[in-house]
């Protein structure tokens, strides 16, 4: 397509080198953006009586029929254009003639780029909170089913300390929400024009920056035209923000392999989210949460590419920018996509908690609350720390857990042993007596449930 910017050059590029600086490849997603910006800019034209009225309904009329005949697929964005601006300007001016030529008064492609951007990723994080939720809302509702199913809990993947299934499904509510906040922080700190800034210096124009900013949503108009041009921090902002989500997302896609192993059997996965193998007939395979945790990487990379992308560059606007956007949709579009799948595979999976139970079974989770028994006696806690560990020596020497121990076995240890020792380290005892502030108790967790469910509606 010949190029709108013909002038000082015939503009008759290589064509490999066309190819390398054409962006209409990935750019055309942003085509309705781009229209609701011109639209803005068209209306504010007029309104300031830069361009005459007639000129502005002509472009507006123009504009909308080429919103619709994309939308309807009457057009289609034509692949040798450079980018989606070009496009929709060629195209507009291909429609209306002299009128369409006006548009670009007092706007640059450095402003509009930079708009239509922030536009765009504004309309994807809305979605993407939205999924966040969803996912929330499904490991709330399975807290809930479990606020007393009990299993164990690990550090080092070691059996710890019992806990139950809905309190550690919390954690990862907890960890979404903040997930939440950092997006609604970023697209507020996004939510400023960069409409007006033109190419770097502003303009001699009359423009109304302020009417722009507000006919688009815009908080205010960005303060500085320099920076409107060249600030991609809400880009590598939120590519942050979504790092730190799939860093979340990935680490329950591994807790959701592990307890839905054979091993662990904590936890089977609806068939709808399992695949099988070609050659093993057996198999039924979580494959879906081992791409959310492999797609991780995916993210980070984009992270990475946008803040080294733009940590050399002087200001104003330089092309290495527009390698911003495939990071910044590839991005969202993972995020999106694993957020997508593993919200309805939580709300759908079925718990075993007998198989949990058995596994919390073993394991000497009882042992704080042994030492906390003779403490409660008044033996200083490393002392009682230490009979204990001694008491667990001698369970595995005769092959017993601490609540098959015989009670003398006990007595040969401490004398303050009495029969009330079984009661106390049970495992129902030992979840139930924590009840500190977001600790394991089923009252605990219903707790949790509650004040998370506030936080969520108001995320
Ligand atoms: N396609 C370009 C980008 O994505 C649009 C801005 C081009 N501006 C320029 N001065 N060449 O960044």
């Not at 290589?14 to 209409?24: E, G, L």
């Amino acid at each position: 397509m010949a190029k709108l910017w013909a002038g000082r050059t015939d503009a008759a590029l290589n064509q490999a080198a066309d190819d390398f600086n054409a962006s209409i490849r990935f750019d055309s997603r942003m085509y309705r953006q781009d229209i609701a910006g011109s639209l803005a800019h068209a209306e504010m034209l007029g309104k300031t009586g830069i361009l005459p009225a007639g000129d502005v309904a002509a472009i507006q009329n123009g504009l909308r029929g080429i919103l619709a005949d994309l939308e309807s697929g009457a057009l289609a964005v034509d692949p040798s254009s450079e980018d989606i601006h070009m496009f929709v300007e060629a195209e507009l001016t291909r429609r209306i003639g002299e009128a369409g030529k006006r548009l670009h008064t007092a706007r640059s492609r450095n402003d509009q780029v930079a708009t239509d951007l922030r536009l765009y990723l504004r309309e994807r994080t809305e979605t993407i909170l939205e999924k966040t939720r969803a996912l929330a809302e499904a490991l709330l509702e399975q807290a809930a089913q479990h606020a007393e199913t009990i299993l164990p809990g690990y550090t080092h993947l070691q059996r710890a300390q019992p806990v139950t299934f809905g309190h550690h499904l919390l954690a990862y509510c907890s960890m979404l929400l903040r997930d939440m906040g950092r997006m609604r922080g970023a697209a507020k700190r996004m939510n400023q024009s960069p409409l007006g800034a033109c190419a770097l210096a502003g303009t001699t124009y009359p423009i109304d920056r302020q009417m722009t900013a507000a006919l688009l949503g815009f908080d205010v108009p960005c303060a500085n035209s320099l920076d409107a041009v060249s600030d991609r921090d809400f880009c590598a902002e939120l590519c942050a923000a979504w790092s730190i989500l799939m860093m979340h997302l990935s680490r329950l896609s591994e807790e959701i392999l592990l307890w839905s192993s054979w091993e662990f059997h904590f936890i089977t996965l609806d068939d709808a989210f399992t695949t099988g193998s070609s050659i093993m007939p057996q198999k039924k395979n979580s494959d879906m949460a081992e791409l959310a945790r492999g797609k991780t990487g995916r993210v980070y990379g984009d992270l990475m590419g946008t803040l080294t992308m733009l940590k050399g560059l002087p200001l104003a606007y330089d092309k290495d920018m527009q390698e911003d956007k495939e990071a910044a949709f590839d991005a969202a579009d993972t995020v999106e996509a694993c957020l997508t799948v593993l919200a309805p595979m939580v709300a759908t999976w079925t718990a075993h908690p007998a198989a949990m139970r058995r596994a919390a079974e073993n394991g000497f989770m009882g042992a704080t609350d042994c030492a906390d028994y003779l403490t409660r006696q008044g033996v200083p806690f490393r002392t009682a720390y230490k009979i204990t560990g001694q008491i667990v020596r001698e369970c595995i020497e005769r092959g017993v857990t601490l609540e098959t121990l015989p009670l003398e076995a006990y007595q040969s240890f401490s004398p303050l042993f009495g029969e009330d020792i079984y009661a106390a380290i049970s495992l129902d005892a030992c979840v139930a007596r924590r009840t500190s502030e977001g600790g394991t108790a089923p009252d605990s967790v219903r707790r949790q449930i509650k004040a998370m469910k506030e936080l969520l509606e108001n995320a």
